[in-house]
């Protein structure tokens, strides 16, 4: 059983199968703030409005969600420049162009794929992105998964391949706090998906596409070195959390939040009780250290791994940068943060310590 560590903070946050095991969850432990192997920035692209999600072609170019405009933005070259407004996109409170993830084969297929707020519900569409004479365009939007419920806020949004090559999908609460104990309600969700939008073999509730359930608004995925998923999430007023994600696994929301030991749901790995600290939202995970971006915290939180343990975090760039709402690895190995709400926002890029 894995132990959990929680970081006990001073100030006030924001924005079937049979269930597996419980694990164990630790005591609230206090987090330090520190410079040693910190990283370092080195560029700043500034223009941005809103962003929300980046993703890296192969050229190195950069791909980046504005959440209001519904612009896919690039940077190539250390210049901002614009693909098109994705259609069929209506912003509202926390929805609007979101989450975006790069097909497996992207090489042969040109698939970028996005997690959009519609008219009528949360979704994920794909569109092909085609060179012409230098200029990226993007062609017609394809649905690939509709029906994920949507709200002013809790919309979750965060999509990424997973090592075996399928769909990982964040989804909120969407205010409906009976969705997410719910295995055949979509809201409050990780799903797995094909790359059709189709559920994945192997998921722990059959035909079925959800992965694992419990949560209330899940902003961040990513993998260690050993393949196993990490998901950052907020909480209410309390109880942030980065979660070790397995198949089937209950995280306990709305029962419970953090790490109560509760038996039939799964502790979070860190726990941040006072919200005011974190909001954790886009997560990268780097030769075994999560990095997780902090909304209303406004910090880089790094986390190192140990297996299926998860160290003291450090807080980097308190209140220097504003709001970070995502945090990706460029193919150049560098850090790229993307500020949210700076009005106008910015990537800053960091070079990690070896």
């Known amino acids: 059983m894995a132990l959990a560590v929680a970081l006990l903070l001073l100030s006030g946050c924001t924005d079937a199968a049979p269930p597996p095991p419980s694990q164990s969850g630790g005591s609230p432990a206090k987090g330090t703030s520190g410079a040693a192997g910190a990283p370092t920035v080195t ?65 042969t297929d040109r698939y970028l794929y996005a997690y959009l707020t519609a008219a009528a519900d949360n979704r994920i569409v794909r569109m092909r992105l085609e060179d012409r004479g230098g200029r990226l365009e993007a062609g017609p939007v394809e649905p690939v998964f509709t029906g994920i419920p949507k709200a002013s806020t809790h919309n979750g949004g965060r999509i990424r391949f997973g090592p075996d090559n399928f769909l990982y999908a964040g989804t909120g609460d969407a205010q409906r706090r009976e969705q997410p104990q719910d295995p055949s309600a979509l809201g409050g969700k990780i799903l797995r998906l094909t790359p059709d939008g189709r559920p994945a073999p192997g998921n722990p509730f059959g035909d079925n596409p959800v992965y694992s359930l419990g949560h209330r608004n899940v902003q961040g995925l990513a993998w260690d070195s050993a393949g196993r998923l ?14 070790l994600i397995v198949p089937g696994g209950n995280y306990g929301w709305p029962e419970v939040t953090g790490a109560p030991h509760r038996s039939g749901f799964l502790d979070a790995k860190v726990v941040w009780p006072s919200t005011a600290e974190s909001s954790p939202s886009g997560l990268e995970i780097v030769r075994d250290t999560a990095y997780l971006g902090a909304l209303r915290g406004q910090r880089l939180w790094v986390v190192p791994l140990k297996g299926e343990y998860a160290g003291d975090p450090v807080s980097q760039f308190t209140r220097e940068y504003g709001r970070i709402r995502n945090v990706s690895l460029a193919p150049d190995g560098r850090l790229w943060l993307l500020s949210n709400g700076q009005n106008p926002d910015f990537a800053l890029i960091l070079d990690l310590p070896r």
Do not use: C, H
């Not at 409170?93 to 790069?102: K, S």
């Not at 998901?231 to 109880?239: K, M, T």
């Open 230 to 243: 990490w998901a950052s999430e907020f909480g209410p007023d309390v109880n942030d959390e980065l979660n």
């Open 43 to 107: 560029g700043r692209i500034d223009g941005l409005q809103l962003p929300w999600s980046a993703v890296y072609l192969p050229d190195g170019t950069a791909v980046i969600s504005e959440r209001d405009s519904a612009l896919l933005r690039t940077v190539s070259g250390g210049k901002l420049g614009t693909i098109s407004q994705v259609p069929g996109v209506v912003p509202g409170g926390e929805g609007g162009l979101l989450g975006l993830a790069l097909s497996p084969d992207f090489a």
